[in-house]
């Protein structure tokens, strides 16, 4: 059975630091390009990032970059979403992805974790 098990949400103040993890089981964790998404209150899904198999190339949407890291261990078949200099605004459910980016491929899409920043 294919399952992504996000962990590590919760409440943070403003300018803290939170970090995300994604376990994925039932796949081949190596061949899967992993993403991270989200969807704040009231608003659509939206990436937030990306990592390929490898890990050798990243993508950031531009509200994160600079505060946001991804990263994975394919040994583990864990992906990781550092987030430092929390925001009010990145208040949000937080999804992880996977999909094995052949064409016509299946997403496939862990249930979220709550990040909440507030004072």
């Known amino acids: 059975q294919v399952q992504l098990v996000e962990s590590g949400g919760g409440l943070v103040q403003p300018g803290g630091s939170l970090g995300l993890s994604c376990v994925a089981s039932?796949?081949?964790?190596?061949?899967?390009?992993m993403a991270w998404y989200r969807q704040p209150p009231g608003k659509q899904r939206e990436l937030v990032a990306s990592?390929?198999?490898?890990?050798?190339?990243?993508n950031y949407a531009d509200s994160v970059k600079g505060r946001f890291t991804i990263s994975r261990d394919n040994a583990k078949n864990t992906v990781y979403l550092q987030m430092n200099s929390l925001k009010p605004e990145d208040t949000a459910v937080y999804y992880c992805?996977?999909?094995?980016?052949?064409?016509?491929?299946?997403?496939?899409w862990g249930k979220g974790t709550l990040v909440t920043v507030s004072s």
């Open positions: 992805k996977a999909n094995v980016g052949y064409p016509g491929a299946m997403d496939v």
């Open positions: 039932g796949i081949m964790f190596s061949i899967y390009q």
């Open positions: 990592i390929t198999s490898g890990g050798s190339t990243t």
